[in-house]
């Protein structure tokens, strides 16, 4: 009888523990419970109390550094202004460009804010908020060439940025890349814009954005010309890693607050002279 006893609470006890173990572990949506897989993106970043934003420091007016060696510029004056809004602290940290998304998905920064161009083989790797600017890449000779349009490229020497989406706007005109000489790669547009001034290429890809800044606060006495053609236009959007939802929704809220309040568009105006947000 007592064998018997002990075997019927054996039994029962193994029942209960093999039905335990299927409950479910963070309860359902019914009862409040949160998923393994919940988008935490927001909440990791409100707890620490900032946000790293990676970018390139050379990229002016976007992201650069000043004579104070202090990291100022359009895209940092709008992220600065989105983090006020949501309590937070903005800290920029420059990255390789040519390897931003990777810093981003590998958890180094948690967003990219710096004249971002959205492009198809981007968006196989990271999210993009909605467009806040537009942008062209444009092509730079100097003055005096003879270059008029993109097929006067046959032969010649173009420079671009390593990593930037200069690279793949020259991918999509295949023609025109076919015919070059050479296409020599940077770390920096402004490295690409000396050496046009020094002879040591033909032309340059760039984005519009930078160039015009570039012109305009630009100390040397050489002569730049645009030429009418370009290599396609672009938005510029803040990159996020894919399933960070959570984040990219806050900020974007924050932002579409400042382009309600008009304070998006007095930044814009301060750094290019007009109103070039995206409504």
């Not at 005096?144 to 020497?157: E, M, P, R, W, Y």
Request: aromatic share 10%.
């Amino acid at each position: 009888m007592k064998k018997s006893l002990l075997f019927f609470v054996i039994v029962a006890l193994a029942f209960a523990l093999l039905f335990t173990g299927c409950a479910p572990q963070g309860g359902d949506a019914g009862d409040g419970g949160q998923t393994a897989d919940a988008d935490d993106s927001w909440n990791i970043v409100e707890q620490r109390g900032y946000l790293q934003i990676g970018l390139d420091d050379t990229f002016a007016p976007m992201g650069f550094r000043d004579t104070a060696n202090q990291i100022v510029g359009y895209d940092i004056d709008l992220g600065n202004a989105v983090g006020e809004k949501l309590g937070i602290e903005m800290r920029w940290i420059p990255c390789d460009w040519d390897g931003i998304t990777l810093s981003l998905n590998n958890g180094d920064i948690d967003a990219i804010w710096n004249g971002l161009s959205i492009t198809e083989e981007r968006q196989q790797q990271i999210d993009f908020s909605a467009p806040y600017m537009d942008d062209d890449q444009i092509i730079v000779v100097a003055a005096a060439s003879d270059i008029q349009t993109k097929a006067d490229l046959a032969g010649k020497v173009l420079g671009l940025q390593l990593g930037s989406s200069s690279e793949d706007a020259l991918d999509s005109d295949p023609d025109t890349k076919n015919s070059l000489a050479d296409i020599k790669k940077y770390n920096s547009f402004a490295e690409c814009l000396s050496d046009l001034a020094n002879g040591r290429i033909d032309a340059v890809c760039v984005d519009s954005v930078y160039y015009y800044y570039f012109d305009a606060t630009s100390q040397s006495d050489f002569e730049y010309r645009v030429l009418d053609e370009n290599f396609g236009h672009e938005p510029l959007a803040i990159g996020f890693r894919k399933g960070d939802d959570a984040l990219q929704a806050k900020i974007e809220e924050a932002f579409n607050e400042l382009k309600a309040d008009g304070t998006a568009s007095e930044i814009c105006v301060k750094w290019f002279g007009e109103d070039l947000v995206v409504k």
